[in-house]
């Protein structure tokens, strides 16, 4: 894994929290992220300063002490059911007003927490019982190295681990940003594929349409279509569970507006996305070098004949769009602000959504068997 240069203040404990600076800034953060090995069994500074975020999205991955592959004595097991069953309550999404996403890691041993504006990872699990221990670590405040260590190690930890509970909005919200995210790239690809910089003057450069090598992947509206029914199974999904106690026709005006601007583009540059270069030379190569004379140099003729054609007919498909240009780069805007406004729409229906919650592998959390 990449390793991240940081620059912070370490930071030596003892009666008292290393990690109070991250519990300070709690009521200014966006977003929360604690991975620790475990929780207090008890009372809990954290879970209490955390309880009352309203709204707040909080992401807790914790290992559990006492659980184990395997049991060789009923004690071990009883023991092991008591610690699981108290983490469980603990983490129990509906006894927080924070928006708490929970994960088990049974392999995790580090520990970190953060906001969006600092981030603490030292030696000491944050629970109360940790209090009184020699305990040091580094206080890092620079938020681009928060958001390299939310990228590289934290998604990575999340990806290994075993979700508990969570909210529905944090379901669907996670699906429309990742959407956003899957629409931005196609977006890029759309962009490196038509556009090139031309030289237009002294040092000064213009984008335009590339007229020689301009070329879109043929999976590229598959994809935007794959996003937008994406989208509308989430949607449907919301209208099904809630029936009339959510308003769904802004989320629906939005999902159409969407489906008309990818059928509108896919309309347009649906020459150039079909358009297969090297198909179109062969063809034109094998025609030509089927009149040839049998001269050894007929191949080479050929092949370049099959090329020049080719290149005529990706310039005239180019030449149809030069009219279009605006209403693509418009379009390159506009549809990601659309897939934005049903985050935006989702933020407007998240309390009703938040009072669901979604509860998952118990039966593996659990492996006592009791």
């Keep these: ?11 030596f404990s003892n009666n008292e929290f290393g990690f109070q600076e991250v519990i300070d800034d709690l009521p200014n953060a966006k977003n929360v992220y604690i991975v620790t090995y475990n929780v207090s069994k008890n009372e809990d500074t954290l879970l209490n300063a955390i309880r009352n975020l309203n709204g707040i999205p909080v992401t807790i991955i914790t290992n559990i002490p006492g659980r184990f ?12 059911f008591r610690n699981i069953s108290n983490y469980l309550d603990r983490l129990d999404t509906e006894n927080y007003n924070c928006d708490l996403k929970s994960y088990f ?12 504006n600092v981030c603490y990872i030292g ?21 681009e190295t928060i958001n390299k260590i939310k ?6 930890i999340i990806k290994e681990s075993i979700l508990f509970s969570t909210s529905y909005y944090s379901i669907f919200k996670e699906i429309a940003l990742d959407v956003i995210k899957r629409c931005q ?15 237009v003057g002294y040092c000064k450069d213009e984008i335009v349409l590339d007229r020689y090598t301009a070329f879109l992947p043929d999976d590229i509206f598959d994809n935007f279509y794959s996003m937008y029914e994406e989208c509308n199974g989430m949607c449907y999904e919301i209208q099904e569970m809630f029936n009339d106690e959510i308003n769904m026709e802004k989320l629906a005006k939005i999902l159409r507006l969407i489906e008309t601007q990818v059928e509108k583009m ?3 540059l649906e020459d150039l996305a079909n358009f297969d270069f090297q198909n179109y030379q062969m063809r034109n190569a094998q025609e030509s070098y089927y009149y040839s004379t049998g001269d050894p140099d007929d191949l080479q003729i050929a092949i370049e004949f099959g090329q020049t054609k080719a290149q005529e007919r990706l310039e005239q498909i180019i030449e149809e769009y030069y009219d279009q240009k605006g209403f693509i780069e418009r379009w390159v805007l506009r549809v990601p602000k659309l897939f934005e406004l049903l ?3 989702l933020e407007t229906l998240s309390d009703d959504m938040r009072c669901e919650i979604v509860y998952q592998n118990q039966d593996v959390i659990n492996n006592t068997g009791l």
Excluded: C, W
């Excluded at 990228?151 to 990575?156: A, V």
């Excluded at 759309?190 to 556009?195: D, H, K, M, S, V």
């Design 185 to 199: 790239q196609e977006l890029e690809k759309l962009e490196q594929g038509l556009f090139t910089s031309m030289e």
């Design 266 to 268: 896919h309309s347009i």
């Design 151 to 156: 990228t590289q190690f934290i998604e990575t």
């Design 105 to 116: 890691n049974f392999r995790n041993h580090s520990k970190i927490i953060m906001t969006d």
């Design 69 to 80: 592959m395997r049991y060789t004595s009923p004690t071990a097991r009883t023991n092991a």
């Design 123 to 143: 030696s000491g699990n944050f629970s109360d019982e940790s209090f009184n221990n020699y305990e040091s670590g580094i206080i890092i405040r620079n938020v």
């Design 1 to 11: 894994m990449e390793l991240i240069s940081v620059e912070g203040t370490l930071n």
């Design 343 to 345: 985050i935006d729409e």
